[in-house]
């Protein structure tokens, strides 16, 4: 078992430019997850999926940031006009659907934005 | 919106000394809890879940809930110096699949 997979594991990107982030989740798990960390807020929940539909995303912010889940093997959050203020690590987790809650998280992805 | 508070945010213990972390929730949305571990640079390692009032035991990390008082609290016996990392709490609800994490607790263990 891998695990939840994510690429790139960093990347910098100039103001204004966009970025896309990848996620793998566990083979067999239907519930995908994306989260943003940083020193001052901490975890910050973004968005989820459920077997592939959007399930919550009240955590995005509403302009500039998407996500989609076009297939069970991967999802992608995608960052329009990136700002320095948007620099951090996003996370991606995974979990059965009736696993309670535990989620399997990647090891993030670092964003700085320059 | 549900608030997680975790105190310490930072703690250093001698090798084989208890560690205690307590993690405490603004109201009663939550019924499940976990506490994750992240190695600097790493994702979150699961340590321990748990989902009703009292102990629930995981190798040398022990999980203790008291619902009454919103606290849950996490007790890490004769850490080793590979055990320093942050340590975070979380809560969720049955009713959708999402955690609320708390800021963490930078845990360090000397020898």
């Known amino acids: 078992n891998a695990g939840v997979i994510q690429t790139p594991r960093h990347k910098v990107t100039g103001k204004g430019q966009e970025a896309t982030l990848w996620c793998e989740p566990i083979s067999g798990h239907s519930a995908v997850f994306w989260y943003r960390q940083t020193i001052v807020q901490g975890l910050e929940f973004l968005t989820y999926f459920r077997n592939q539909a959007p399930i919550d995303d009240s955590g995005m912010p509403k302009e500039r940031f998407s996500a989609q889940m076009p297939n069970q093997s991967h999802s992608t959050l995608k960052i329009q006009s990136t700002q320095p203020q948007d620099s951090a690590v996003y996370l991606c987790?995974?979990?059965?659907?009736?696993?309670?809650?535990?989620?399997?998280f990647g090891e993030g992805s670092r964003l700085i934005v320059v | 919106q549900q608030k997680v508070q975790q105190s310490p945010e930072s703690l250093t213990v001698s090798e084989g000394a208890m560690a205690s972390l307590n993690c405490t929730f603004s109201?009663?949305?939550?019924?499940?809890f976990r506490w994750y571990r992240q190695h600097s640079g790493k994702g979150l390692e699961v340590l321990v879940s748990?989902?009703?009032?009292g102990e629930k035991e995981e190798g040398s990390f022990t999980a203790h809930l008291n619902r009454a008082s919103l606290h849950v609290f996490l007790h890490i016996r004769e850490p080793q110096p590979s055990d320093s990392a942050l340590y975070l709490c979380?809560?969720?609800?049955?009713?959708?699949?999402?955690?609320?994490f708390g800021q963490g607790t930078i845990l360090k263990v000397y020898l």
């Open positions: 979380a809560g969720g609800t049955s009713s959708g699949q999402k955690l609320v």
């Open positions: 748990i989902f009703s009032d």
């Open positions: 109201d009663r949305s939550s019924d499940n």
């Open positions: 987790a995974s979990s059965l659907v009736d696993s309670g809650n535990t989620l399997y």
